[in-house]
């Protein structure tokens, strides 16, 4: 009497092609992204492959020109997209983590389908679309929005409070002292002194009742998305200097959002 395991013969072929979509659940994440960056508007990504650049001796890009000759087609920047998306939300951001996620992990063989990238291709493009994929910040926003998420008011950029003013601009609110846990700085009275410095006028609003009901907000907005980010395993980023950085932080706030909209149930509407 044979033994009652489940067949199992890893040398079995498939008798029908497989479809990628009987490999994960419905409901999981990586479809939603797929439904988002179908969403996306990518015009300025697409619009590099119809150039390309001119490097000097030194091999610093100096402009671009029309491309004469393609060679071999690049990877479908939806596609590419989608990988970093889901790499940025789940830790995996380095080009080498994706590249092996790509062989092995389901959900990322599922967003290339079947595709496998190399990490070579996959570190060219984020440093070639950077700051166009940084950019999709704000359409991730927009999605958000639509879905009910976000509302006008504080809005933190780089670990500063900053209060949305609409087109009259921001005004900025940032700790200009260091206060004990629970201790509260004394009110604000009289005219502030001519020739304040910077850091006394930012004290001064500070001080006041408005400025402390608005920085006192960084405790239920600011501190736990860092938080989170950081355990989602932020612990340096792979691109160098401030602007780069700026994109690369873009991009782990975009993730944010994104599994924000995704956790609260609400699908950003498909293409007609």
Not at 104 to 118: G, H, I, M, T, Y
Request: net charge positive; proline share 6%.
């Amino acid at each position: 009497m044979s033994a009652p395991f489940r067949e199992y013969d890893p040398d079995q072929a498939f008798l029908f092609p497989p479809s990628l979509r009987d490999w994960l659940p419905d409901d999981h994440v990586a479809y939603f992204l797929l439904d988002v960056v179908s969403e996306l508007n990518l015009k300025d990504i697409y619009a590099y492959y119809d150039f390309e650049e001119v490097k000097d001796e030194q091999g610093k890009v100096v402009g671009r020109r029309a491309k004469t000759n393609r060679g071999r087609p690049a990877y479908d920047p939806r596609m590419m997209t989608a990988l970093l998306l889901y790499g940025y939300a789940t830790g995996s951001v380095s080009s080498r983590q994706i590249e092996k996620k790509c062989q092995e992990d389901v959900a990322f063989r599922v967003l290339s389908a079947n595709q496998k990238p190399d990490h070579d291709t996959i570190a060219e493009f984020r440093r070639v679309h950077l700051e166009a994929l940084s950019g999709l910040f704000i359409q991730g926003l927009q999605l958000c929005r639509e879905a009910g998420l976000v509302k006008l008011g504080h809005v933190a950029l780089d670990g500063t409070k900053v209060k949305a003013l609409g087109d009259r601009g921001i005004e900025a609110l940032v700790a200009a002292e260091r206060l004990k846990h629970g201790e509260t700085p004394p009110a604000s009275r009289g005219p502030l002194p001519k020739g304040a410095t910077p850091r006394e006028r930012m004290m001064r609003k500070l001080r006041t009742l408005e400025g402390r009901a608005a920085y006192a907000l960084r405790k239920v907005t600011v501190e736990p998305v860092f938080g989170q980010i950081r355990t989602r395993g932020l612990v340096r980023f792979w691109m160098r200097g401030v602007e780069k950085v700026k994109a690369e932080w873009a991009l782990w706030c975009l993730t944010h959002n994104l599994l924000k909209l995704f956790r609260s149930g609400c699908v950003p509407p498909l293409p007609s």
